[in-house]
């Protein structure tokens, strides 16, 4: 893809660590269509986050951006008591403004040292 822009629509899905502290970008899903269309998409994938014994809450955190709440409750061996597993995805809406490939990489002179004159590498 060249610079400039592309005006590509896409959902852009995160999800946060182990610890809730870092949110990382797990997929981009390109949609066709539109902002309109992206948007549909975005609440329709939210609410797909829900399983069978799991808890969901979807949160429309403003127009382009939800925030999912998934709970599962889960019984530990060691406390002998149920408690809650909570994780969380946000969903976000964007345009493609702009993008540029990467220059594929180079293949690296090779090293020039005793072990390799030794072996008769150079």
Do not use: C
Request: no cysteine; hydrophobic share 35%.
């Amino acid at each position: 893809m060249s610079g400039g822009s592309s005006g590509e629509w896409y959902v852009l899905v995160e999800t946060h660590d182990k610890w809730g502290e870092n949110w990382r970008l797990r997929d981009k899903v390109h949609v066709e269509g539109g902002q309109e269309r992206a948007l549909s998409h975005a609440e329709e994938l939210a609410r797909s986050y829900a399983r069978p014994g799991h808890g969901l809450q979807v949160f429309r955190t403003s127009e382009p951006r939800w925030l999912v709440e998934i709970t599962e409750e889960v019984w530990s061996d060691s406390s002998d008591e149920p408690f809650t597993v909570v994780n969380y995805v946000r969903l976000s809406v964007a345009e493609l403004v702009h993008a540029t490939e990467a220059a594929p990489a180079e293949r690296p002179e090779p090293k020039k040292g005793m072990l390799r004159r030794a072996l008769g590498r150079d």
